[in-house]
């Protein structure tokens, strides 16, 4: 029976997203707490503030809110166990393999979180360095003002045409002469960032730009044409800006921990390939696919009054994603995520 109650939640919980693990000690403790009951079986306040943890430090109202919110969803997935029971799904095979998966998903994350709480917090010395190697971000943090074409073709095929743009000064000459070529454009609104909303690798080049001059950003889905219509400056101190940064630098230490140890197991396991994977040479990791981690040709951006900084090819998608959103969706999440400076970013658009 108690084995059937375990899966019955398991396979619900895992088709939800919502897996929760909780200490003996706890459940025991706040299995009084009662917050609803649907039939027989009770819904715990201890279940709600588990799924609320994520979010942090709520105001009473929003808190009052979103515990009424967490609970009618824990309601709903729990009249869906009581039928999948019921039709005892819990005891198909694709159900239980699920299931299985699923363990062994909280397993590896369990693991790699233990390994990565050993992380030490970043020194002041690391902090400062940073903090120096990164003007554009903080003590040189300037909000830019764009306007953008997106060239929707191969980039491959269009770059070498692009060539001829070198003596245009501004994007109408640039939409002129795309529309006497018959390639498709679209776009030219203006945007206003600021350095952290820029994808970091592409920053460092942004940062070179003058007002007024071009750049060329080739990407698989085209090629981005951008001029820097006007920029101001609106930098960051060290003192305000160590918070975000202690939180980047943690994220990379941990994710450099966790492929260390990574490493190390696979060294210290006996692991062989069967069958047709014996036959394929097993890939090293952390190599990207080759059409991705090709390089794009660099392209002479057009200038207005001086030569702009060369172009650079468009940043990795997994560098662009939060290391959140990645960590869920990576089996050994701290084993293959990349750091993001989504942390950064989001503290240092709080000090605008």
């Known amino acids: 029976m108690l084995t059937s109650n375990v899966s019955r939640h398991a396979a619900v919980l895992a088709a939800s997203g919502i897996l929760v693990l909780a200490g003996c000690g706890e459940e025991k403790q706040a299995a009084t707490q009662v917050a609803a009951r649907v039939n027989k079986e009770e819904i715990s306040i201890h279940q709600i503030n588990t799924l609320l943890a994520p979010g942090g430090n709520l105001p009473p109202e929003q808190a009052k809110l979103a515990s009424r919110q967490v609970l009618e969803r824990l309601v709903d997935q729990e009249l869906l166990v009581q039928k999948a029971t019921e039709k005892k799904l819990d005891r198909e095979p694709k159900t239980m393999k699920a299931i299985e998966a699923a363990r062994r998903d909280i397993l590896a994350r369990s693991y790699m979180e233990s390994v ?8 002041t010395a690391e902090v400062g360095e940073f903090y120096t190697k990164r003007p554009e971000l903080f003590s040189e943090r300037r909000v830019y003002k764009f306007q953008e074409l997106t060239i929707g073709a191969n980039p491959a095929e269009v770059l070498p045409k692009l060539k001829e743009l ?30 952290e909303q820029l994808p970091m690798e592409l920053l460092p080049r942004f940062h070179q730009l003058k007002d007024g001059q071009m750049a060329m950003v080739p990407s698989q889905a085209g090629v981005l044409v951008i001029q820097l219509v006007a920029s101001r400056s609106e930098p960051v101190d060290q003192k305000a800006a160590t918070p975000f940064i202690e939180q980047y630098l943690m994220n990379q230490k941990k994710v450099e921990t966790a492929n260390r140890e990574l490493k190390q197991l696979h060294e210290l396991a006996k692991i062989e390939y069967l069958g047709e994977f014996a036959k394929t040479e097993t890939p090293t990791k952390g190599d990207a696919p080759a059409a991705a981690s090709a390089p794009v040709a660099a392209v002479p951006a057009p200038a207005a009054a001086a030569p702009a900084p060369t172009a650079v090819a468009a940043p ?27 942390a950064l970013e989001k503290g240092a658009m709080s000090l605008k």
Not at 316 to 338: I, S
């Open 116 to 123: 990565a709480a050993a992380v030490a917090k970043p020194t």
């Open 166 to 195: 070198g003596k245009a000064k501004n994007l109408e000459e640039v939409a002129a002469w795309l529309k006497s070529q018959n390639i498709p454009f679209g776009g030219g609104d203006v945007t206003t960032k600021t350095a």
């Open 316 to 342: 990795p998608a997994a560098a662009q994603a939060p290391v959140a959103a990645t960590a869920r969706a990576a089996a050994v999440p701290a084993a293959t995520v990349v750091p993001n400076p989504s």
